[in-house]
């Protein structure tokens, strides 16, 4: 079985700060991309950023600049800072990560349980 666990979300004022951190744990072989996605009410789940091993970072225009990814494909987590932090940013952030299991030739992508952002004064 495989979990992967957000931390990090809350509530801030516009113009702050969070960092969310997210580790996948259970039968894993090997993690070949992470990523944070998110949703917000009434809209479709969407990339933040993403890093895939050997890679290089891609991020979603909207957050460019201001937020940062940063992985540890060792340790099996992925890590999302982000300075700056505007209402629109309100969300529902989701980590993910494609990774192969034990025993399995395939890879396939988990998703952790989601942890609220909320930017309000």
């Known amino acids: 079985q495989v979990q992967l666990v957000e931390s990090g979300g809350g509530l801030v004022q516009p113009g702050g700060s969070l960092r969310l951190s997210c580790v996948a744990s259970?039968?894993?072989?090997?993690?070949?991309?992470m990523g944070w996605y998110r949703q917000a009410p009434g809209k479709q789940r969407e990339l933040v950023a993403a890093?895939?091993?050997?890679?290089?970072?891609n991020y979603a225009d909207s957050v460019k600049g201001r937020f940062t990814i940063s992985t540890e494909f060792a340790k099996n987590a992925v890590s999302l800072q982000m300075n700056s932090l505007k209402p629109e940013d309100t969300a529902v952030y989701y980590c993910?990560?494609?990774?192969?299991?034990?025993?399995?030739?395939?890879?396939?992508?988990?998703w952790g349980q989601g942890t609220q952002v909320t930017v309000s004064s």
């Open positions: 993910n990560a494609n990774l192969q299991r034990y025993g399995s030739l395939r890879y396939t992508i988990y």
């Open positions: 259970g039968s894993i072989f090997s993690i070949n991309a």
């Open positions: 890093f895939t091993s050997g890679g290089s970072p």
